[in-house]
């Protein structure tokens, strides 16, 4: 599949960006479906993870440009990303998710509106995304302490998400 695959629902363009991938526990994500049953559709690997699409969905309306769910994001350090097996890296802005952005047509400051389906961070972490200072680095190319700015990375968007989903998430456990 390319970044980007477009189709119309009645007068509604709309495109399934593709922002990534990450891996996860394969049992854990078929439950209670044997393993030799799952294992013969999808190969996990040494550490029993599948590879998982990450895919987004924008829709141009005529409110504005909106896009469903955001991806991972670029926040996570780098112990993070290997646990998870994130591949999301972007080549022409911080993550896959603007170069799919920018392959359908737009740019991250022409989307009117984020509904994110709920808060988990594969779903909502793209919703910022983190500016690197590596100067304050020394030259090393790690991050000093304090080098993090994080931005909103749809400047622009309305984030709509569930009410109940936002109380659950100001409380964790």
């Known amino acids: ?5 477009s189709f119309r629902i009645g007068r509604l363009n709309c495109h399934l960006l593709d922002a990534g991938r990450q891996r996860l526990d394969g049992g854990a994500m078929f439950g209670v479906v044997p393993r030799p049953l799952w294992e013969r559709r999808i190969a996990p ?10 895919r987004c969905l924008l829709i141009e309306h005529d409110d504005g440009l909106v896009l469903v769910d955001t991806g991972i994001g670029n926040k996570e350090k780098t112990k993070f990303r290997d ?3 994130v591949e999301n890296v972007g080549h022409t802005g911080p993550t896959q998710l603007e170069d799919a952005l920018a392959m359908a047509g737009h740019a991250p400051t022409d989307v009117a509106w984020v509904v994110n389906t709920h808060l988990h961070f594969d ?5 910022t995304h983190v500016v690197r200072n590596r100067e ?3 030259g090393s190319g790690e991050e000093a302490p304090g ?8 400047p622009n968007a309305t984030y709509v998400v569930q009410r109940g989903e936002l109380a659950f998430a100001m409380q964790p456990n």
Do not use: K, T
Not at 123 to 127: L, P, Q, R, V
């Open 123 to 127: 779903h909502a972490g793209g919703n």
């Open 147 to 154: 080098a993090r700015e994080i931005r909103s990375s749809f």
């Open 45 to 54: 690997d040494s550490e029993h993870r599948i590879p998982l699409a990450l």
């Open 136 to 138: 304050e680095g020394g």
């Open 83 to 85: 646990i998870y097996g």
């Open 1 to 5: 599949m390319s970044l980007v695959e």
